[in-house]
């Protein structure tokens, strides 16, 4: 399988914010932002890997800014690392300025997918090859941010957890 670039399953989707999207303060419902995100890293995750894709887990949701009523939000996705069978995403979410079009990160989230064959058994993705720096650092730490969901998930013994024992020992 030849291995892809995060460029190949970046997926860019715009949307404005409702107000049956919002909670009383105005703001943008969480729960609607998460289904958000969920659609545009299932869409990378089939673009990398060409096949079903589920998702496996919510590894990291930051809401570091409220985002208001009539906002224009983009959701931007894409493969940050492949494994055997499972793939990260990372998704940054930004907001646009009304008058200036300047657009300001409001959010990021990391999730895992799975690609899956037809009867829902995990199956092989392409490797990810990153280009850029930033592209560079987030596949380095993707390593660490499984074994931890892994061991959070009761899948993993922590003391087989390799990565997370080198950060807390180094
Ligand atoms: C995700 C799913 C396919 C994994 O099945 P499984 O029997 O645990 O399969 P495996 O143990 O072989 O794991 C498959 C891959 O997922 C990874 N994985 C499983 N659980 C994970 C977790 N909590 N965090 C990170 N990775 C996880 C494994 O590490 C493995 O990755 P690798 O092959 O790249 O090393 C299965 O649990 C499933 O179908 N879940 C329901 C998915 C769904 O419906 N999502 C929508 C939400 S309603």
Do not use: C
Request: avoid cysteine; glycine fraction near 4%; aromatic fraction near 6%.
């Amino acid at each position: 399988m030849r291995a892809k670039t995060p460029r190949e399953s970046r997926t860019v989707m715009t949307d404005l914010v409702l107000p049956s999207e919002t909670n009383p303060l105005n703001n943008l419902f969480g729960g609607e932002l998460l289904a958000r995100m969920d659609r545009a890293a299932s869409i990378a995750a089939r673009r990398h890997s060409r096949r079903i894709t589920v998702t496996a887990s919510v590894n990291h949701v930051a809401f570091n800014r409220a985002v208001p009523l009539g906002s224009v939000v983009t959701v931007e996705a894409a493969v940050s690392r492949a494994f055997t069978t499972s793939m990260e995403i990372f998704i940054d979410v930004w907001i646009e300025d009304r008058f200036t079009g300047e657009r300001t990160k409001a959010n990021e989230a990391i999730y895992t997918f799975v690609a899956v064959d037809d009867t829902g058994k995990p199956t092989e993705v392409p490797l990810l090859e990153p280009e850029t720096d930033l592209e560079k650092e987030r596949f380095a730490a993707a390593l660490r941010r499984k074994q931890l969901s892994l061991v959070l998930a009761g899948k993993l013994k922590p003391s087989d957890a390799t990565e997370l024992k080198a950060l807390f020992m180094s």
